[in-house]
T-cell receptor, first 111, second 112 residues
Framework: GESVGLHLPTLSVQEGDNSIINCAYSNSASDYFIWYKQESGKGPQFIIDIRSNMDKRQGQRVTVLLNKTVKHLSLQIAATQPGDSAVYFCAENAADNKFYFGSGTKLNVKP | NAGVTQTPKFRVLKTGQSMTLLCAQDMNHEYMYWYRQDPGMGLRLIHYSVGEGTTAKGEVPDGYNVSRLKKQNFLLGLESAAPSQTSVYFC???????????FGPGTRLTVT
């Protein structure tokens, strides 16, 4: 999961395995969520989004799950590849024109 | 389509100096944002704009000013830089506030 601070939580997985990255969001009024990927030295890149009227959404090799009861979001990456190594952020939007970002989880894919 | 571009990419300032960061987008987006990212932390919103001629404060607006004179440009100003403003600054744009944001490559600012 994500936490505030200088040391990012790190998830290490073997190439080809599935990865699950978790995020706990804070505002029960949030109704739109996005997962971003950030590679070293680059800006965040959109991966997938989900609105609160859905529990699950699938993209290419990625799935986002939303559990509003416990305010939890997860990102599943299937068949993880070395190119998936990056920091992953979740962001929540509570209809106030703003996104609030988590501190991120570092995904390390071992060849 | 260049997307979101930022200038400069790197800058070193001395305490008390001023500078302006420029963000440009070619996607005709209404919404534009400035964030800062500190080591090991998520993005924090400085200021944002919901359309040409409008600006609003985010989470950490102190010490910064912004202007959105043209729809495609969003400027971030530091009037009197402080070491606490050493950070990586990202600009983003989106079609609405409820759609994905497109980010620029970032500006690494060091204040000594």
């Amino acid at each position: 999961g994500e936490s505030v601070g200088l040391h990012l939580p790190t998830l290490s997985v073997q190439e080809g395995d599935n990865s699950i990255i978790n995020c706990a969001y804070s505002n029960s009024a949030s109704d739109y969520f996005i997962w971003y990927k950030q590679e070293s030295g680059k800006g965040p890149q959109f991966i997938i989004d989900i609105r609160s009227n859905m529990d699950k959404r699938q993209g290419q090799r990625v799935t986002v799950l939303l559990n509003k009861t416990v305010k939890h979001l997860s990102l599943q990456i299937a068949a993880t590849q070395p190119g998936d190594s990056a920091v992953y952020f979740c962001a929540e939007n509570a209809a106030d024109n703003k996104f609030y970002f988590g501190s991120g989880t570092k995904l390390n894919v071992k060849p | 389509n260049a997307g979101v571009t930022q200038t400069p990419k790197f800058r070193v300032l001395k305490t008390g100096q001023s500078m302006t960061l420029l963000c440009a987008q070619d996607m005709n987006h209404e919404y534009m944002y400035w964030y800062r990212q500190d080591p090991g932390m998520g993005l924090r919103l400085i200021h944002y704009s919901v359309g040409e001629g409008t600006t609003a404060k985010g989470e950490v607006p102190d010490g910064y000013n912004v202007s959105r004179l043209k729809k495609q440009n969003f400027l971030l100003g530091l009037e009197s830089a402080a070491p606490s403003q050493t950070s990586v600054y990202f600009c983003a744009s989106s079609k609405t506030d409820r759609t994905k944001q497109y980010f620029g490559p970032g500006t690494r600012l060091t204040v000594t």
